[in-house]
């Protein structure tokens, strides 16, 4: 992993300061990755295109549901899709940990997954939602979000880093981070993982300064970690333990 890390922030001539252009390099047709910085503390972002890529929602079997890793949800799915419930399709290229979870490793807050509500929507809190339809994705308030037949999946976490490109109001806790952000089209679809302690802030702003429209942070601290295998890149970011739901992509 220190090896696969250490060639992808190579590769990534130039990482990005404050208000740079990131140096994306393509790893398929319709996927690209990039490192920018925040003073030592690399941000890794992995683009995907959703007319090419498709993300959903993979929540574990049975209640509390099965926790799984990245690498083990990725590794599952490459041998073909599943259709029993937890298992991801087939194709996987990238799984990273989703939303919130309790003491039993029950996932807190709405979790829709190939189109079924497996947790419903937790009402009366100041988090976001990963809506996923249509090969595009959008980010809306708790409050905003409606059920609606093309939703394919969901992930209701929070807080929220972008609102119309500019960044929240966030509390200064430091802790490694997951994110998703999302340009204005809401066709692109970028995943961010930062395996270094990061304030919440300092991670919006970047975002921001990069021109991504909306961003929502998944869980964090121990629970961040990416499995990722796009063409010629292969990364793997472990966290400590197993989460209860994901967001993968695959392709189409």
């Given at each position: 992993m220190i090896a696969a890390l250490g060639l992808l922030l190579a590769t990534a001539t130039g990482a990005a300061n404050a208000g740079d252009t990131p140096a994306w390099t393509a790893m398929a047709p319709g996927a690209r990755r990039a490192t920018i910085t925040d003073g030592d503390t690399p941000i890794?972002?992995?683009?995907?295109?959703?007319r090419r890529f498709r993300a959903d929602v993979v929540v574990g079997a049975g209640w509390p549901p099965r926790a799984q890793t990245a690498a083990e949800v990725r590794q599952a799915a490459r041998g073909g899709a599943g259709d029993r419930p937890g298992k991801p399709p087939g194709?996987?290229?990238a799984a990273v940990n989703g939303g919130f979870f309790d003491q039993r490793r029950a996932s807190l807050g709405l979790r829709v997954s190939r189109g079924d509500t497996r947790v419903p929507l937790r009402p009366r809190v100041d988090w976001g939602v990963l809506v996923l339809a249509d090969r595009q994705a959008r980010i809306v308030h708790s409050r905003e979000f409606r059920a609606a037949p093309d939703v394919a999946g969901a992930i209701q976490v929070g807080p929220r880093l972008l609102v119309g490109g500019a960044p929240t109001t966030l509390k200064p806790q430091l802790a490694r981070r997951t994110a998703v952000a999302l340009?204005?089209?809401?066709?692109?679809?970028?995943?961010?993982?930062v395996d270094r302690a990061i304030e919440a802030g300092r991670l919006a702003a970047r975002l921001a300064a990069l021109?991504?429209?909306s961003a929502l942070m998944l869980d964090g601290g121990p629970s961040t970690q990416l499995s990722l295998a796009?063409?010629?890149t292969h990364m793997e970011v472990p966290g400590l333990y197993a989460v209860p739901d994901?967001?993968?992509i695959s392709a189409r």
């Open positions: 890794l972002l992995f683009e995907f295109d959703l194709g996987v290229v340009d204005g089209t809401g066709s692109l679809l970028t995943l961010v993982i021109g991504f429209t796009v063409g010629e994901l967001l993968i």
